[in-house]
């Protein structure tokens, strides 16, 4: 099936936003194994959207519109599909409903321009908007099948997810679905993984290898078409099994939206145990991102930015003496800070970094040497790293290899 | 004049990058009073790439492409470009002695399908790559233009304005440019600001006045077409007086690349003082925005993330009796946590931030209550806010607001 996606709204051609759904469509299709071969950008005008729609029925078979549901007058997706397929628009009564107690909950008065947004196609299925007041709508005419959906992300996702995708599996013939894993990788750059992989990457034909480089991560997504999750996860096992065998150290977990800070939340939880952390030139970039997830409490006692020497004194009490013998870039004093955030915050672990983000050196020490500090009750050690990039890349890099480093220890014990 | 923005590339229709060439390029030629009528992404294909050149060529004064310059059998907007014009593809020698010296720098073999990079439509006028091989081009064909761009943005953005935008500048007949300056806002939301100067906006024609929301931001960009920069100056002073007299105490900066934490540094550093920062539920974003930019150490003394109690009574010596009379979320510890950091490192200032961030309650107290608290040598305060949002949003309207109230005062004394 050919498909193609139509994005309408005069705010994309200003460059005010991205064309992210086009993005999210065309990810979501691709795992469906549906073609996406074209998108288009096309701004609030009858004339030029009905240009666009014409072209589209010529050359595809599915046409999803995102946008151009709402209330003003700028808004006319539907009636333009309408006046092209020759349809009549209807009130569609649960849409209708949606809006009025919408109003009647707030104490707003209705104005009668809301009420256009329950306007549908006769005889389209509708898609409930779960999150706003415009229905979205599939229509058939002829072999052709139109999908139109509203344009702010969040409520166009769940829609399509909670009911435009159910109903596109629905309408296959043979039953038969996309099973994948994603698996997360970090300390391993995309070609190198590419290189060990090669022999499975270019034989794939069914389960399908995907790389995608998200620096400084790399995520793998392994696909197969099958006809139940039990049948697929039984396809995907002997090459999970073989990526497992060869890159496995570098694997920190499954699915799209696990993150280093998350899997290390996790296996601390259910540890019982907390770590603390003292960040020079990352600057309390760790602390940001534990802290980002609900429930970090639990397992994060809390931080130090130490980003001056002053401050490795007065907050760590680091021994002076070492800060001018080997300098506050060096395995000793990413060792001391790691068990100082450690001890002085009782913590289980205490973890460090120490380096030069640049864009100077320090104490003439290069760019990109970052010592990263693991303290336990009874051991500390310290681990060198070169990184290349800009300091922000450098900074990031850094954080999640401290993050990486704790989660694997925890993990081999 | 009618433009639009084709990009080649099957990654796009993948979902794997959004197309956010696409997006800069139609901020960019906004600026430039030329309007964007199209977006249209198309895949590595000869065949649709043609049909997609056709139609633009018949509804469109100037067509931009970007992508397909590369090397590999997949690069093929020039081949198709050239095939619609009937025109020859060159090899240019400025572009082809980059490529030769490229790789005998790194000693590496050129394969001679690198040479395709140096190939350019006869008659071109050349945009070159100061950041990759393959150079980008401007043809005329009739009346017609045609601006050929590579895909990767580091190489795209900066060849669009060192090279095609001054091309285009000195094609128009009439000397005339677009001034504008773009106003930076905090503490006020994007519906009060429209309000405020909604007379203003409404009957804008020229200046133009444009508000942009970006969370928890707004920025205001006034534009005028202008024969010279000191005649824009002097037609946008009345507006920018008349905006700075309704909603100045918002305004932080000016500039597009403009922060918070950009102007706090300057105003820090010309006054030659220090801050520290005691963060809880912001968990360590504030530091991490100050330390993201190069210098932050002669300005920023270090910070603590005491996100649990225990942090704040072993890093900061809190009161234990305060914390728990009035909780760690109150106006009382704000002030304590932010004379407590600012002493503990010998700062000018001291900043903090106590809140609930979500999604749960914390003692009692609701979620989105924030107290910062902001203490020189001889004065503490604290100021109470109520955000809304997930607990994302909230952390950085609290990082935020702590940031601008310490800046609003350095600027008040």
């Not at 996309?178 to 499975?200: H, M, N, P, Q, W």
């Not at 697929?232 to 099994?241: C, I, N, Q």
């Not at 070492?322 to 100082?340: D, F, M, Q």
């Not at 681990?383 to 300091?391: D, M, N, P, Y």
Request: aromatic share 6%; with cysteine.
């Amino acid at each position: 099936m050919r498909s193609e996606i139509i994005a309408v709204g005069t705010e994309l051609l200003l460059g005010q936003i991205a064309n992210t759904n086009a993005q999210y469509l065309s990810q979501k299709l691709a795992d469906e194994g549906i073609g996406v071969y074209f998108h288009t950008v096309v701004g609030d005008n009858r004339q030029r959207l009905l240009s666009v729609l014409k072209l589209a029925e010529a050359r595809s078979d599915m046409i999803i519109l995102t946008g151009g549901l709402g209330p003003t007058q700028d808004d006319l997706t539907k009636e333009t599909v309408a006046e092209l397929l020759n349809v009549q628009l209807i009130i569609d009564p649960a849409a209708k409903e949606r809006i009025v107690n919408f109003f009647a909950r707030r104490n707003q008065p209705m104005t009668s321009n809301n009420l256009r947004q329950a306007l549908v196609l006769e005889g389209a299925h509708i898609l409930p908007n779960d999150h706003g007041l415009a229905p979205g709508m599939v229509f058939h005419s002829g072999e052709k099948i139109y999908i139109l959906l509203p344009g702010p992300p969040s409520e166009m996702k769940p829609m399509f997810e909670e009911y435009a995708l159910p109903y596109l599996r629905s309408m296959r013939k043979t039953p038969s679905m996309l099973y994948s894993k994603v698996l997360r990788f970090f300390g391993i750059g995309e070609s190198a993984l590419v290189t060990e992989l090669s022999d499975l990457i270019e034989g794939q034909n069914d389960p399908t290898i995907a790389p995608y480089a998200k620096e400084p991560e790399v995520t793998l997504r392994i696909t197969t078409l099958t006809a139940s999750a039990e049948e697929g996860e039984k396809k995907l096992k002997p090459v999970l099994a073989e990526i497992e065998r060869r890159v496995g150290q570098f694997i920190y977990g499954e699915g799209e939206h696990t993150t280093l800070e998350g899997v290390l939340l996790h296996t601390l939880s259910e540890r019982g145990q907390t770590f603390a952390a003292a960040e020079s030139c990352t600057g309390g970039l760790i602390s940001q991102m534990i802290t980002s997830l609900p429930g970090a409490s639990s397992v994060f006692s809390g931080g130090v930015v130490c980003y001056t020497n002053q401050a490795k004194l007065q907050l760590l009490q680091i021994d002076e003496g070492l800060l001018s013998s080997v300098g506050a870039v060096s395995a000793e004093v990413a060792k001391e800070l790691a068990s100082g955030i450690r001890a002085s915050l009782g913590a289980d672990y205490g973890i460090s970094v120490t380096g030069v983000a640049g864009p100077d050196e320090v104490e003439g020490k290069p760019v990109g040497l970052v010592y990263v500090g693991i303290a336990s009750k009874d051991h500390a050690e310290a681990i060198e790293c070169r990184f290349a990039g800009t300091r922000k890349q450098i900074q990031l890099r850094s954080a999640k290899t401290a993050l990486f480093q704790l989660w694997k220890r925890l993990k081999e014990r």
